[in-house]
């Protein structure tokens, strides 16, 4: 019971899930303060939603391009 | 990470509360606490309720704190003897904003996937 299976992998899951959310709410808050530079209106720019888009998405190709340049670094 | 702490910091008040058989446990569910001490071990079920809606609880309130501070720098630059309509519908629009953005990062992040 201290650690069935079943608990063990809702746990992961849950696990996976806070991650992602955490990536997510983290990302918003820092692509937000790059992309939102004015005072909020009642709907946004396309600049300000396409910023927000390249944000995450620029995001990516960092975290790999940070990744292979680790591994090189390791050979 | 926050929520993996609080994760864990759940897990052990659990396997504290398993250990303890009348201890009373503020998160456990009515069915759960205040039993005899015949049998006070939570099913597999409803720790995985508890579970659930604690981690929602705790995203709902990191979001709350995220968007209170963000709202609050774009909307009060300076702050007065009270909040002003135009403070008010700001901030308001900011939070929608903000929810708003949050859908196009998770978007953006799940569609680069291909």
Redesign the interface.
Known sequence: MDSSPELQRFLQEEKQKAMIAEMVGKLTSECWDKCITSTPGSKFSSSESTCLANCAQRYLDMTMLIQKKFQSMQQ | ????TR?SVR?ERR?QN?KNLVRMDPFSSPSSSGISSGQS?PS?DV??DQ??TQ?AQA?AE??FE?VRS??FT??ITKPGSSLSGSESS?IA??M???I???G??????FN?NR
């Open positions: 990470m926050l929520l993996e994760v897990r396997s398993r071990v597999a720790l995985m579970l659930k981690l995203y990191e979001f995220t963000k709202c774009k909307c700001c629009r900011c929608e904003r903000y708003e953005a949050t196009i990062i998770s978007r953006a992040l680069a």
